[in-house]
């Protein structure tokens, strides 16, 4: 008996990678039905279930198309980078939505006709009316990774601020659900709306029942990119391990006693980094042995870590099996502090470096977080960007950066994981923001604080640095700092790029 999936087809059409795919429901025209997929190359392509080649491409997106949703009558809602969602019918772009002001990540068709929903990286949701913006939501502390139908007044939403929420169309949020501890990254419904299941950052797919969670699922994963709940209500998974997997309730659909072992034996083969926040605060030194785990757990999916020979070892309940499953091991949890470690925390991320910028005397004092595997001309362009700065400024911040960190760098990258779509480092709720108020020098680096624009580049003189030139003692036998980044003799290809802005510098 085959319990498994079968490929059909390798469907090829993108020249980048592919972000997202939609099944438009069957029509007179096409029995079957049709697959939408959305790629890097701001492409949609239209394949029918038969054909590994597409039977159309949709251009008009400026950026990547990072989601898709279905409609009646064949209509195609989209949702890209470029921060404007379009409507389509069948090879025809009839609308584009504008009013967001970063990334739409989410994108649904509601059941009352004309109505849709984006969810974007600005942190908000829209709903729309005929192309016209008729409400948005505002709750969400981060951005807006997934949207769900409950029913023709109601979804759900869930976002990097490791939450979801429940909405009514009128625009009340009506409850907020908490589990996860890192990005949520995808939602579904189960069918008749009996729960829903959200995955994540934090290596779960979870579970929900009347407003609880009612199970955690661990995988052998960081990031369990999405999830889909089939008609029949079993869940599929897909994950940074390049792996799909089903999940069912069904005993007549469940896996062979041999691949769930080969799950589990992969599962407690795994690496859990503590960094993520999963596992809460971990010091090695006061965990129990092995003995810890004769005493059943409270709740399905709670987790327990022991020490074994020096290793630590992470732990979840099973109700249904009535034992403690081995989830994976717990490496570098040595109970170190940013103090101990040398690191400095920033939003509830480990750094070498955190600077403080002013832009001018009266305005705000912004933080640029640093690590010295980091590209100074990369960080320096994110940072403006972030903070809706001048370009202009780039050269500067990039050389106090530089100037800064001594042009410093380590062969090995750093341990954090980041999220690769947006590219920005774990969330870890009731973190610190590391907003507060900054004295004269800056207390981690011991530099000055840095005023682009103003009349010296120079970094005020803190500690032992010379009154005169602001510089550190000469040192005979000090060998020059070698720069890394110039000159470039090869040459440089960029995915994207503003050639008039990179021409006028």
Same mark, same amino acid.
């Given at each position: 008996l085959n319990r498994g999936f079968t490929e059909m087809h390798c469907m090829s059409g993108h020249s980048n990678f592919v972000s997202c795919v939609c099944i438009i429901p069957p029509s007179d025209l096409y029995p079957r039905g049709l697959i939408a997929t959305g790629g890097n190359d701001h492409?949609?392509?239209?394949?029918?279930?038969d054909s590994p080649a597409p039977l159309y491409v949709?251009?008009?997106?400026?950026?990547?198309?990072?989601?898709?949703?279905?409609?009646?009558?064949?209509?195609?809602?989209?949702g890209s980078w470029d921060t404007t969602a379009?409507?389509?019918?069948?090879?025809?772009?009839?609308?584009?939505?504008?009013?967001?002001?970063?990334?739409?990540?989410?994108?649904?068709?509601?059941?009352?006709?004309?109505?849709?929903?984006?969810?974007?990286?600005?942190?908000?949701?829209k709903l729309w009316k005929a192309g016209r913006c008729e409400r948005t939501f505002t709750g969400h502390e981060d951005c807006v990774r997934g949207l769900a139908i409950l029913s023709e007044t109601e979804?759900?939403?869930?976002?990097?601020?490791?939450?979801?929420?429940?909405?009514?169309?009128?625009?009340?949020?009506?409850?907020?659900?908490?589990?996860?501890?890192?990005?949520?990254?995808?939602?579904?419904? @189960?069918?008749?709306?009996?729960?829903?299941?959200?995955?994540?950052?934090?290596?779960?797919?979870?579970?929900? $029942?009347?407003?609880?969670?009612?199970?955690?699922?661990?995988?052998?994963?960081?990031?369990?990119?999405?999830?889909?709940?089939?008609?029949?209500?079993?869940?599929?998974v897909g994950a940074s391990d390049g792996i799909i997997r089903v999940f069912t309730e069904s005993l007549e659909r469940t896996a062979s006693a041999e691949e769930i072992q080969a799950f589990e034996n992969e599962l407690s083969q795994a690496s859990i980094d503590p960094k993520t926040g999963d596992l809460g605060d971990i010091n090695a030194s006061d965990l129990p042995g092995r003995e810890h785990l004769k005493d059943p757990g409270t709740r399905d999916g709670q987790t327990r870590?022991?020490?074994?020979?020096?290793?630590?070892?992470?732990?979840?309940?099973?109700?249904?099996?009535?034992?403690?499953?081995?989830? +994976?091991?717990?490496?570098?949890?040595? +109970?170190?502090?940013?103090?101990?470690?040398? $690191?400095v925390l920033f939003e509830? $991320?480990?750094?070498?470096?955190?600077?403080?910028?002013?832009?001018?005397?009266? +305005?705000?004092?912004?933080?640029?977080?640093?690590?010295?595997?980091?590209?100074?001309?990369?960080?320096?362009?994110?940072?403006?960007?972030?903070?809706?700065?001048?370009?202009?400024?780039?050269?500067?911040?990039?050389?106090?950066?530089?100037?800064?960190? $001594?042009?410093?760098?380590?062969?090995?990258t750093?341990?954090?994981f980041s999220d690769p779509f947006t590219g920005a480092g774990c969330y870890v709720p009731g973190s610190s923001s590391g907003s507060s108020t900054t004295p004269a020098a800056d207390p981690f680096t011991g530099a000055g604080r840095y005023v682009p624009g103003s009349a010296s580049n120079s970094v005020a003189p803190v500690g032992g640095g010379d009154p005169y030139t602001g510089m550190g003692a000469f040192e005979s036998a000090a060998a020059e700092a070698e720069n890394i980044y @110039?000159?470039?003799?090869?040459?440089?290809?960029?995915?994207?790029?503003?050639?008039?802005q990179i021409l006028g510098q």
């Open positions: 492409n949609i392509c239209i394949f029918t279930v949709l251009n008009g997106h400026k950026n990547t198309v990072c989601s898709l949703s279905s409609g009646k009558f064949g209509t195609l809602l989209s379009k409507i389509w019918l069948n090879d025809r772009c009839m609308m584009t939505l504008q009013g967001h002001t970063a990334a739409i990540w989410a994108v649904k068709i509601l059941p009352e006709q004309g109505l849709m929903l984006t969810g974007s990286a600005d942190k908000t949701i979804f759900l939403s869930c976002a990097n601020d490791a939450s979801v929420r429940r909405w009514q169309i009128s625009g009340e949020c009506l409850q907020v659900y908490y589990g996860h501890t890192n990005y949520i990254y995808s939602i579904s419904v @189960f069918p008749q709306c009996k729960g829903f299941v959200t995955t994540g950052e934090d290596r779960s797919l979870r579970i929900w $029942k009347q407003g609880e969670c009612a199970q955690t699922i661990r995988l052998p994963a960081q990031s369990v990119w999405c999830c889909c709940v089939l008609d029949n209500g079993d869940i599929v870590l022991i020490k074994d020979n020096g290793k630590v070892e992470a732990y979840q309940w099973s109700v249904s099996e009535g034992r403690w499953i081995k989830i +994976g091991d717990v490496v570098g949890s040595s +109970g170190a502090t940013p103090q101990t470690s040398g $690191k509830g $991320k480990e750094y070498d470096y955190v600077f403080t910028i002013d832009v001018n005397e009266s +305005g705000p004092s912004y933080k640029l977080p640093y690590n010295i595997t980091d590209d100074p001309w990369l960080t320096a362009y994110n940072f403006l960007q972030k903070n809706d700065l001048n370009p202009m400024f780039l050269d500067q911040v990039a050389k106090f950066i530089m100037d800064n960190t $001594k042009g410093q760098t380590l062969l090995s750093s341990g954090q @110039f000159p470039k003799k090869d040459a440089v290809t960029f995915d994207q790029a503003n050639p008039t």
